[in-house]
């Protein structure tokens, strides 16, 4: 049906207003997830049918799988893949939809067997370098990165030949997402755990002590932080 001038008209100013409440949207479903309320979080975020809102969805509920009994992590880790897959399909631009789907491969490949978490490890690095070319200065990517050599060099043998997994490869990506975002607990954190996995006592400790004296915001920054201070006690 053709347009009347009229309606016509009135056309880019309905998506003019479609995009600030769009966003608003978005902005309440991040309220929700940083107050700890991931399946709001999660459902509103999704309701939206966005590729911005498909990439939260995914984040709060790999999320949430960390704060759910271990009988429930493995659905809620493949429904965070599915909400990922969906950002990307919205957009294949979206880097934060390949790394929240590279995550949630993380997680999951902690609870299956050595083959299948070995097959998720190979998805999970492509993802994480697709995210770096989109967005090469994402400094959680990199993080993410440091921990996928860590882990994996850790176990050593077959899983080092198979993935390609370089022990010189952890510190410059943990030291390169540290310079991109000095205030992040959670890089340090992390690094903090990779560095255990090398045998490094001196070197986590460190990180962790720094970790513990950064500003924490939200529910799950405050989540990190005790657990941070935890680690470092018993560490100490």
């Not at 510190?171 to 903090?192: C, D, G, Q, S, T």
């Not at 986590?204 to 405050?222: F, N």
């Amino acid at each position: 049906m053709r347009l009347s001038p009229l309606r016509f008209a009135l056309v880019p100013l309905a998506l003019a207003v479609a995009a600030p409440a769009s966003a608003q949207s978005l902005q309440a479903a991040q309220s929700l997830y940083d107050q700890g309320k991931w399946q709001e979080a999660a459902n509103a975020a999704a309701a939206l049918n966005t590729s911005a809102g498909f990439a939260l969805a995914a984040e709060a509920t790999t999320a949430g799988a960390s704060v759910s009994p271990d009988a429930q992590k493995k659905a809620l880790f493949a429904k965070a893949q599915e909400y990922a897959r969906q950002a990307i399909a919205k957009d294949a631009n979206n880097a934060d939809a390949y790394f929240e789907l590279a995550r949630a491969q993380g997680r999951l490949a902690q609870f299956v067997g050595i083959l299948q978490s070995l097959n998720l490890a190979g998805d999970m690095k492509k993802n994480l370098e697709q995210a770096l070319r989109l967005k090469p200065n994402m400094a959680s990517a990199y993080v993410a990165l440091g921990l996928w050599h860590a882990n994996l060099v850790s176990k050593g043998g077959a899983a080092t030949l198979l993935t390609g997994a370089k022990k010189n490869q952890i510190v410059p990506n943990f030291e390169k997402a540290i310079a991109l975002e000095p205030n992040v607990a959670i890089h340090r954190i992390e690094y903090a755990n990779a560095l255990l996995l090398q045998g490094n006592k001196a070197g986590a400790i460190a990180q962790l002590q720094k970790a513990v004296s950064l500003p924490a915001d939200t529910y799950w920054e405050k989540r990190d932080l005790e657990a941070a201070k935890a680690k470092l006690a018993s560490l100490q």
